[in-house]
């Protein structure tokens, strides 16, 4: 689901920027009650005193939410599922040393506002590519793994991005970042449609939206390592290879 990439790749407090007129500082962060213990490589998060099920719906309806923890400030979360008050699901893999008694937050996310940008997102990729838009196929994100990555995803992304700088959704963003946003965006698509939908990635180059070559240095962020600096190759003729499922990797 591209909201859930979107969660997974983007901060939190850039989404929360982005997404929330009401918290256009980006720090709102709201304390869950209790402790959790975080398993480094663990999906699992058990809680002490927590109440998990409180934002059950939400998770439900969004099909994931954002959560930080005190062990990792900074770095985002997601939640997929949630067991019962004590015990949670992420959506992939606690990525930083166990922690016992951790604190965790909820980031002040217009999750409303998100789901509207991803669903135009998806209508804009159809539209502009004449293909249909897969954010079904899994993207590999394990941390210092090659990356395989979902060309609809990898392009998903940055239109989310890009909508989410609408001024109708709350915020009058300066004309320079939008016009950066919809660049990266664009550059995106143009690949997608050169290569036909399937193309093989290159090393990382300039097509950076952690520490972009040109353009606003706020420009939203791919803040973790799961995908890091990536470009695909010139468009060009390709071959895929065996079990390459259509996504692009390298």
């Given at each position: 689901?591209?909201?859930?990439?979107?969660?997974?790749?983007?901060?939190?407090?850039?989404?929360?920027?982005?997404?929330?007129?009401?918290n256009?500082g980006?720090?709102?962060?709201?304390?869950?009650?209790?402790?959790?213990?975080v398993?480094?490589?663990?999906?699992?998060?058990?809680?002490?005193?927590?109440?998990?099920?409180?934002?059950?719906?939400?998770?439900?309806?969004?099909?994931g939410?954002?959560?930080?923890?005190?062990?990792?400030p900074?770095?985002?979360?997601?939640?997929?599922?949630?067991?019962?008050?004590?015990n949670?699901?992420?959506?992939?893999p606690?990525?930083?040393?166990?922690?016992?008694?951790?604190?965790?937050?909820?980031?002040?996310i217009?999750y409303?506002?998100?789901?509207?940008a991803?669903?135009?997102?998806?209508?804009?990729?159809?539209?502009?590519?004449?293909?249909?838009?897969?954010?079904?196929?899994?993207?590999?994100?394990?941390?210092?793994?090659?990356?395989?990555l979902?060309?609809?995803?990898?392009?998903?992304?940055?239109?989310?991005?890009?909508?989410?700088?609408?001024?109708?959704?709350?915020?009058?963003?300066?004309?320079?970042?939008?016009?950066?946003?919809?660049?990266?965006?664009?550059?995106?698509?143009?690949?997608?449609?050169?290569?036909?939908?399937?193309?093989?990635?290159?090393?990382?180059?300039?097509?950076?939206?952690?520490?972009?070559?040109?353009?606003?240095?706020?420009?939203?962020?791919?803040?973790?390592?799961?995908?890091?600096?990536?470009?695909?190759?010139p468009?060009?003729?390709?071959?895929?290879?065996?079990?390459?499922?259509?996504?692009w990797?390298?």
């Amino acid at each position: 689901m591209l909201l859930v990439e979107v969660l997974t790749r983007i901060s939190g407090q850039r989404l929360t920027e982005l997404s929330n007129a009401d918290n256009s500082g980006g720090l709102r962060l709201t304390q869950l009650g209790g402790t959790v213990t975080v398993t480094s490589g663990s999906l699992n998060v058990v809680g002490i005193g927590t109440t998990f099920t409180a934002f059950q719906g939400a998770v439900n309806t969004f099909g994931g939410i954002a959560i930080q923890f005190s062990s990792q400030p900074g770095v985002s979360y997601v939640v997929a599922s949630v067991t019962d008050d004590t015990n949670l699901v992420l959506a992939y893999p606690y990525a930083a040393p166990t922690a016992v008694g951790a604190a965790s937050y909820l980031p002040g996310i217009n999750y409303q506002t998100l789901q509207a940008a991803c669903f135009d997102a998806q209508q804009h990729f159809i539209t502009a590519t004449n293909f249909a838009f897969d954010d079904v196929t899994q993207s590999a994100n394990n941390v210092g793994a090659n990356p395989t990555l979902n060309k609809c995803v990898w392009a998903g992304v940055a239109l989310v991005v890009a909508y989410l700088y609408d001024p109708g959704r709350g915020h009058p963003w300066p004309e320079a970042e939008v016009e950066a946003a919809w660049r990266v965006a664009n550059k995106r698509l143009d690949f997608v449609k050169h290569n036909y939908g399937d193309g093989a990635f290159s090393p990382p180059v300039t097509d950076s939206v952690f520490n972009p070559s040109v353009g606003p240095s706020r420009l939203p962020t791919f803040d973790n390592q799961r995908w890091g600096d990536i470009s695909p190759q010139p468009p060009g003729p390709w071959t895929p290879s065996a079990g390459s499922g259509g996504d692009w990797g390298n």
